[in-house]
């Protein structure tokens, strides 16, 4: 069966950081692209960052560049999304897509 789990989301306070992780199970993600998608109460639903497979490279909205940052554990089958200088504007679902499926998401709250 399989599933993504997404994690370590909450609130922070403007400046802070947090680290979500995407743990999937059911099949081998180490070889495919993986993805960060965010979606804000009214608003598009926009691609955070990206993740290639083999090669690990790498990109990014440029809403977030040089603030988050996406990386892969292959071995954990997981994948991360660091995020740091956090704005309120970052508020959001957060979610992971890898092989076409999705994650159900995890909330990201930046407010003081």
């Known amino acids: 069966q399989v599933q993504l789990v997404e994690s370590g989301g909450g609130l922070v306070q403007p400046g802070g950081s947090l680290r979500l992780s995407c743990a999937a199970s059911g099949f081998i993600a180490s070889s495919i692209g993986m993805n960060w998608y965010r979606q804000a109460p009214g608003r598009a639903r926009e691609l955070v960052a990206a993740?290639?497979?083999?090669?690990?490279?790498?990109i990014y909205a440029d809403s977030v560049k040089g603030r988050f940052t996406i990386s892969r554990d292959n071995a954990k089958n997981t994948v991360y999304l660091g995020m740091n200088m956090m704005k309120p504007e970052d508020t959001a679902v957060y979610y992971c897509v890898i092989g076409g499926y999705r994650g159900p998401g995890t909330q990201v709250t930046v407010s003081s």
């Open positions: 993740i290639s497979g083999p090669g690990g490279s790498t």
